[in-house]
């Protein structure tokens, strides 16, 4: 254990000494050690050498995943049926990894003890917003986003830089009113950015307007620096384009009461995040899917 933690915090010398010294242990050995480590230090040791990075990364459900899963996540995050989807112990730490920041959302929001549930309180005029713990400044991701129950008067998805604000006064379309944001407001189907409106979404006659519980890919392009949007399986458009090369976040922005979000995160081999919003009766819930190349 001693090893893997000096290759967590020691830096440079430290790894290449454990890479060419006398830490070639046998698999089962370096997955028993690992297995005690957060994933701070998990991320460092993968660093070490190829054999330690087979060992953490060649199987997603090794003890390694599991014993972090058990330590980390809160026994209703791992009952939630959002993490029962989630094939992989690595894939429910990574899910957790990319929820709701409890430090980056609205005061009028609170984090539920299952780690992926925001809840909005019915405060009145406010509009309350979230962004997620990790954002995306380079690749491709993408995630699905549908709404159960009322939207209300507003409720927008998008991105936003760590800059934007995420509450405000009155009930406003808080994503897109500023230089930091860019959203779709899925009651007018306007876009959102800079306090103006960009046009409506999608560029046809007579737009369909949302219906309760479609489901709706956002598509983040960080090469091309577009926003887009589809429905179902069908290509609506890119909605925005120049993004900034800064890091952007998921976010969402609403008015309603009891609003409920939660986030999820699974892994395919495409680097494609998914996220959905889905709710019962008078309560929204967010849920989100999505593997990275990332930034805090």
Not at 37 to 47: G, I, P, Y
Not at 108 to 120: E, P, S, W
């Amino acid at each position: 254990m001693a090893a893997a933690a000096a290759a967590g915090s020691g830096g440079a010398s430290n790894s290449a000494a454990a890479a060419a010294g006398g830490w070639r242990l046998p698999g089962r050995v370096l997955e028993f050690v690992f297995s005690y480590l957060d994933l701070r230090e998990l991320r460092s040791c993968a660093l070490v050498c190829k054999l330690w990075y087979r060992v953490l990364h060649g199987d997603e459900n090794s003890e390694v995943w599991r014993s972090l899963a058990a330590r980390s996540l809160a026994e209703e995050a791992l009952r939630t049926d959002i993490l029962c989807n989630v094939p992989t112990y690595k894939g429910k730490v990574r899910s957790f990894q990319h929820a709701f920041s409890t430090n980056d959302c609205s005061r009028n929001v609170y984090i539920k003890k299952n780690g992926f549930t925001l809840h909005r309180n019915p405060i009145a005029q406010s509009t309350d917003g979230a962004r997620t713990k990790i954002g995306f400044s380079e690749g491709r991701h993408a995630w699905e986003v549908w709404w159960e129950g009322p939207l209300g008067t507003v409720a927008v998805i998008g991105i936003a830089t760590k800059r934007a604000p995420m509450q405000c006064q009155g009930y406003v379309a808080l994503l897109g009113s500023d230089d930091q944001s860019w959203g779709w407001n899925l009651v007018d189907n306007n876009l959102l950015h800079n306090g103006e409106v960009n046009g409506s979404f999608p560029q046809c006659n007579n737009a369909p307007k949302y219906q309760i519980g479609e489901r709706i890919r956002v598509i983040l392009d960080m090469e091309d620096k577009t926003l887009a949007f589809e429905r179902g399986y069908e290509f609506l458009g890119v909605a925005f384009r120049g993004l900034p090369k800064t890091c952007l976040y998921p976010a969402v922005s609403a008015v309603y009461g009891n609003t409920e979000q939660e986030h999820e995160n699974q892994v395919d081999n495409v680097e494609k995040p998914a996220y959905w919003l889905t709710g019962q009766h008078e309560e929204n819930t967010w849920m989100c899917a999505q593997e990275t190349k990332t930034c805090a």
